[in-house]
């Protein structure tokens, strides 16, 4: 890594690594939380999406103010420090059970990553600004990037260990442990990178901070506030309007950017809001694994552990115990429970539901299961093994003078986490539309369909704007890039919440095929458009 690339990448890959070690552990828990109905807040399957769905599209919304303010005001280095450590804070304090303090938290860690996300990002691009890195820039994303699911893969293990020695607010302490030793991490290596954290003055054309936040912020909180209000949702719930309205200033912002900017940097701009546009509809589908595919491992996968591996598991406390008992199956609310020998009303372990009776435990017994948040460790495992054949299949065609665009590898990206749909629409058939339990299996294999897909897409999206951005824009762009994330965020909330309403599942994860079939097919079709910019413009 030291050889072929710049010396800071392996601190910023550190940094990175610990960030999301914190932030999937969190997001791995944090509906299975909410729904919790003895130590979390009960909340139904469409309440915990929506809040799910709102929480992960603001975390993606504020990069834009984190980039701007990176861009023209603090720096890069102050911002990713301010970031990390208002994560830090905000995971710590989602360990007090507290519908206000969850808000609390939810808000620091909101804030916190549109000052991190974007910076750290844009900082890793300027160290492959020059002659010596810039043909190794697509490789030092993709190195990046592994380094994000090495964190994402081994958190879920601390996360499911300490929740089942402790409880939930050991898991979220520890999720701000390492935000922490992430900034350490980072702070260490601040030699190797401080040559790029360089301010960018706005240039005539670019709008002042003030400005900015009057005409564009401050009208997005008005708009918001207006659709929350509204008598009746529009799209979905009250928060998922406030959210889309809240939108809209921010959108013209970007469009007032293209317009107003001269005349050479128009192509590079309209390729990006192109392609972020377009991506909105991946987001919208991959980022159901913190709800409708937790559900799916949760409620309908066989999570059953054998008998011989229950010993070495236990002692390790990834053993999550379900106790069963014998007793009358009846829905209310919503919620699967029984009335237990006093006839008092409780909720039952909904993974007893598609259980033949034959194939229960006695009463008064249980089984031994795998954590649910562990299955959040399938994805982050894929992009940690799979990488490195994608990097080394990516050289060889280099070598033979055929590597795909990166606009090309995006489209790519689109058609292949598609498919990923399909294998998912298998699981439900197999299990008889969740009738019975689905192999894993099935879950493993959807997974690591769409983590190809994935790799095609997210660092190379990443890499893009990092090659087209104007230097006085880079970081502002790439909150665009986070935009889109956001948005697509939004969305997956906006179906998850459907899951409910869909009698046969398959057809759920039909639509999720046709929304990532529309994404491919408009790619496709601005191809040539995005590669003549490419040549143009790198």
Known sequence: MRKSHPKALPYLFFSEMWERFGY????????????DSVDGFGMTEAEASDLYGTFIAFVFLTPFVGGLLADRVLGYRRSITIGGLMMGVGYCLMSVHSLNMLYLSMLLVILGNGFFKPNISTLLGNLYSNDTYKDKKDEGYNIFYMGINIGAFVCNFFGA??????????????????????????????????????????SESDMSLWKIFGVILVPSILFGLIAFFLPEPLVGSHSTDAFLFGCIPIIFFYGRLYI???????????????IFSVVILFWAVFKQNGSTLNTWADRYTDREIPSAFVPTLSSLKLVEKNEYVKDTFVVMDNQFRVADKNHKDITFPPYYKNIPERERPKEGGALNLFNTNLFQSVNPFWVVALTPLILAFFAFLKRKGKEPSTPAKIAFGLTISALSCFVMVAAVYTSNNGLTKSSPLWFISSYAVITIGELFLSPMGLSLVSKLSPPRLTALMMGGWFLATSIGNKLSGVLSSLWDGYENKANFFLVNFVLLGIAALLMFAMLKWLNNIFKEHI
Request: aromatic share 14%; hydrophobic share 55%.
């Open 260 to 274: 107003k900017s001269p005349k050479e940097e128009k192509r590079p701009i309209a390729a990006m809001l192109a």
């Open 24 to 35: 999937y552990l969190m997001i791995g828990i944090f509906t299975l939380y909410l729904k």
């Open 161 to 202: 260990a300490l929740y089942n020695m402790i409880g939930w607010g050991a898991a979220f302490i520890a999720a701000g442990v390492g935000m922490f030793i992430g900034i350490i991490i980072f702070w260490i290596g601040t030699k190797h990178f401080k040559h790029v954290d360089v301010i960018k003055p706005a």
